[in-house]
């Protein structure tokens, strides 16, 4: 956290509170250049804080100024289990176990192991998908993975095994 204040302040005695408890002067360090005083604060600090906003209020003798931290907020998405797939009437009906915490899913499908040839790749909400307009009598290979949306990015889990699914068989 880097913090630059402008602000003419008188004989050094400034500390700064967090939720109004003094923070060590071991987990910052203040310098000033002409009246701007720049607090950062240490990464060892800035990880015991709880993620999303922090408020930090820098008091001087005479008045004091409220700075917000925001920590990202990270989740962890676990990887996308028990994919099954089946293909017929050309569609291919995908369906898999629900990951907690997922806001969505990717499916990527194609007709070789590296997905690269006629490749395909579907967002859906829930834990099953459909990819239309493929051929019955091909071979084709899937993998799937969950995402969390935060603060408007997506932060993706990791692939499933990769699936394959040939037609079936009447």
């Known amino acids: 956290l880097h913090v630059d204040y402008q602000y003419s302040y008188g004989n050094g005695s400034n500390q700064l509170t967090y939720k109004g408890i003094k923070v060590d002067e071991s987990n910052y360090t203040v310098s000033t250049i002409s009246d701007v005083m720049k607090i950062t604060l240490k990464e060892e600090y800035v990880k015991t804080l709880p993620e999303g906003e922090s408020y930090f209020t ?5 008045s004091s100024v409220m700075i917000k931290l ?36 990717v499916i990527k499908v ?12 579907v967002n859906v909400k829930k834990n099953k998908g459909v990819i239309r307009k493929v051929n019955a009598n091909k071979t084709y290979y899937l993998k799937v993975r969950a995402y969390k949306i935060i603060d408007g990015k997506k932060n993706f889990g990791e692939w499933s095994k990769l699936i394959r699914c040939n037609k079936m068989e009447d």
């Not at 920590?71 to 099954?84: A, C, E, G, L, Q």
């Open 110 to 121: 194609g007709e070789n192991k590296k997905l690269t040839k006629s490749k395909k790749t």
């Open 58 to 62: 820098v008091e001087f003798s005479d």
């Open 70 to 105: 925001t920590k990202p907020i990270s989740v962890k998405i676990n990887k996308t289990r028990n994919v099954k797939a089946t293909l017929k009437n050309k569609k291919l009906n995908i369906t898999w176990k629900k990951v907690k915490n997922a806001d969505g899913y």
